[in-house]
Structure formats: structure tokens, C-alpha cells
């Protein structure tokens, strides 16, 4: 079996392969700052072996342990974001923007804040960016998301009572098919096969190759039956 060491993203909860390139040793479940190379990020470290080989596409470099200190400032940060948060909304009903603001990320070297939104189409908000910028002193990053990175950004609970799987470890959005669904014989309930995002469910992409291995197969739909009025 391979021993990887992971990290889980205190902000988002995503699980990513993590590598140490130093000799500084790490406990089980400590607390690390991670850099993807554009961007550092805590999470909290722990260390498994499992069979089949990661995906290293996304992994990621231990900078350091978080020190008390750190931790302080990094608390302090998410107040800020809290604030920037409430101070944008209102920037954005001032100016009559037609812009959702969706989340606010401070980096945790405080070189730059993100304003993550959902819009139709684009919008010219660089007053709003002057006013940003005006107010917390950084670089400001105006960054317009779908629907299902809205999903992904704010977290929930599926049909399943699991957390989002783009929450943990989806890396890349795939496009999903009705065909999907049907193949598997889950119906044509749009409510039943559709995630929180109001697309359908990612997961249904997981058993399609199963499925198309075995063409031949009779797929049997499951059809609900209301026992509502059945006598007893």
C-alpha cells in the first residue's frame, strides 16, 4: 500500500495530496500552512495509506506548521472577511450593481482579497473595485463564478447526508447528461437526480463507465408507489 500524506483545507474542507520536501517532521491532525504555488492555505495534516496511487496533479507544498500567532492573525483575518463581506453588499446596492456576492476570501498573506459574485453577463464595476481597494488597502480580485461553483463555494449537504463531493474532492466539473441518468434507470424526476446547484448531480458521472461496459444489461427503472390510501 502507498502512504500519502493529506491535507484537509480548514476553509473548505477539500482533501489534497500534500508534499514535505523539508526534513521537518509533522504530527497527525497538526495544523499546516500549504501552498499550491499561487497561494497559501491552512489545512489540517493526516497521514494514510490506501491502495491505489494519487492523483498528484493538485498537490500541494508544506510551508510551515501554523505557530499560536499565526493563528491569532489568521482568526482576526476571517473577521475581516466577515466585514468586507457586508461592506461590499452594501457598495454593491449603493451603485445598483446587478451582482450576487457570493463569498470574500482575505489571502492569508494578506497580499490580496477575493470577491467572488454571480452575474448575467459581464459588469463594469471598477468604481466598486476603487471603493474596495479605498477601504481595506490590498489588491482586490473581482471573480465571477457559475452556479455550480457557487455550490462549491458555500458548501451543503447532498441527498446522500454526505458533505458536496465539489466540496472535497471534485477538481475539475465535468458535464452531466440526462442520457446518465436514464441509462441507469433513476428516471426522469429532474427534483430526485439534481444536487443542491439545481444542476444534475455530479456523482451520477461515477458509474457511467460501469454502465457502457455492459451494454446488454436491463436496466429496471425504480418507480415510487403511494401506499398513502392502501387500507391496513
Do not use: W
Not at 510551508?63 to 492573525?73: G, L, Q
Not at 455550480?148 to 458536496?164: E, F, V, W
Request: glycine residues 6%; positive net charge.
Amino acid at each position: 500500500m502507498n502512504k500519502y500524506r493529506f491535507g484537509k483545507l480548514v476553509e473548505s474542507k477539500k482533501i489534497v495530496v500534500v508534499n514535505n520536501k523539508n526534513d521537518e517532521q509533522f504530527t497527525q491532525e497538526e495544523q499546516i500552512i500549504i501552498s499550491s504555488g499561487d497561494r497559501m492555505e491552512v489545512a489540517q495534516l493526516f497521514i494514510a495509506r490506501i491502495e491505489h496511487a494519487c492523483d498528484k496533479h493538485n498537490c500541494y507544498e508544506i510551508v510551515k506548521r501554523v505557530s499560536p500567532e499565526e493563528h491569532e492573525r489568521i482568526k482576526k483575518l476571517k473577521e475581516k472577511e466577515k466585514k468586507a463581506f457586508r461592506y461590499c453588499i452594501n457598495r454593491i446596492q449603493i451603485r445598483q450593481l446587478p451582482i450576487k456576492l457570493i463569498k470574500v476570501e482575505f489571502l492569508i498573506d494578506s497580499s490580496k482579497a477575493i470577491f467572488y459574485y454571480t452575474a448575467d453577463g459581464r459588469i463594469d464595476f471598477r468604481e466598486l473595485v476603487k471603493d474596495l481597494a479605498g477601504r481595506f488597502k490590498m489588491r482586490i480580485e473581482m471573480k465571477q463564478v457559475g452556479i455550480r461553483d457557487q455550490a462549491k463555494l458555500m458548501g451543503g449537504i447532498g441527498p446522500c447526508g454526505r458533505q458536496l463531493c465539489c466540496c472535497t474532492f471534485i477538481k475539475k466539473f465535468e458535464p452531466v447528461s440526462i442520457r446518465i441518468a436514464k441509462r441507469q434507470g433513476l428516471g426522469f424526476n429532474i427534483n430526485k437526480i439534481s444536487g443542491v446547484c439545481g444542476r444534475l448531480m455530479c456523482c451520477l458521472e461515477y458509474e457511467k463507465e460501469s454502465y457502457q461496459a455492459a451494454p446488454e444489461t436491463e436496466i429496471i427503472e425504480i418507480k415510487e408507489t403511494d401506499t398513502s390510501n392502501k387500507e391496513k
